[in-house]
Each structure stands twice: as C-alpha cells, then as structure tokens.
C-alpha cells in the first residue's frame, strides 16, 4: 500500500547582522560641523575633552596630561614638537579599526592639526561604538511534492 507524502510547511528564522568597516575615517579632519558638540567641548576645555577622549578608547583618563602640547596649554606656550600621546593615541585608534594611513600622516595629522585631531578620533570612537542593529526576517517555506513525483495510492476492496 503505497501512501502520498507531504511536507509541512517549515519557518526559518533568518538574522541578518550587518558590520560596516571602512578603511578611511568616518568624518574629515576639518568635519567638525558633523558634531557641534564634540566640537564646542574641545574648543571650551581641551584638557577635559582630551582625557574624555581617552577614557572612551579604554586608555588612562589622565595619559594626555602627559602630552607636551597639553602641558604647554596649561603654561601659555606651544611647543613644536610632535606630540607623541596624541601620535600614539591616533595611531592606535587607525590600528583598531582598519583605517588606511601611515605613521608619517598620522605625524603631520597631529603635529598641524592638534584639536582637530582630538575631534577626528572623538567622533570616530562615537561613530564606531554605536550599537549594531540587528534585522530578523521571518521566511515560510512550503515544500510540495510534484504530482509526477507522488506515490499512486489505490485503496483495496
């Protein structure tokens, strides 16, 4: 006695995680209109904003007090030199997340652009640390059996 088959219909739950990585920075150097506050924090309290900074990144809150840069905002002077907490926190920073350059830019980065710089990687650990979505798709399946394909069921008497 040959019986037909048929399938019943089967759920598949989907999840779909999408991760962005870019290998540039999200925003430019000079894209400090992209967050106002980030900007206007740096521009009122560097020091503060520098320690904020490096606490997000999960360095010492106090390593940019070491900086020169810093210890010459505090003392009224700027000193040129390159500022090697911040080169080592921007370069860190492009380590972690992919992001193309070399050292040598990094370098020029810091060295001509110093709060600019501290906004660039504020952002970017802002950009970076938002949380991930995740989308669920819901797909129902019905699997038939073709009727060429079916068994012949003949009932005997």
Not at 26 to 43: E, K, M, P, V
Not at 112 to 133: D, G, H, I, V, Y
Request: aromatic share 10%; glycine share 4%.
């Amino acid at each position: 006695m040959a019986m037909a088959t048929f399938n019943q219909p089967q759920t598949v739950i989907t999840q779909q995680i999408t991760v962005i990585k870019s290998p540039e920075w999200s925003t430019g150097i000079c894209d400090c209109c992209d967050d106002l506050g980030i900007c206007c924090c740096a521009t009122w309290c560097l020091p503060c904003f520098m320690c904020k900074t490096a606490n997000d990144s999960g360095q010492c809150v106090c390593l940019p007090l070491l900086d020169p840069t810093l210890t010459g905002y505090f003392l009224g002077f700027t000193p040129l030199t390159i500022p090697p907490i911040s080169l080592a926190m921007r370069a860190s920073l492009r380590e972690r997340y992919g992001i193309q350059g070399t050292i040598c830019d990094d370098c020029c980065t810091v060295f001509c652009c110093f709060s600019c710089n501290w906004c660039q990687m504020a952002r970017e650990l802002k950009k970076r640390k938002q949380p991930l979505t995740i989308v669920n798709a819901h797909t129902t399946t019905f699997n038939m059996v073709q009727p060429s394909q079916q068994p012949a069921y003949y009932p005997k008497y």
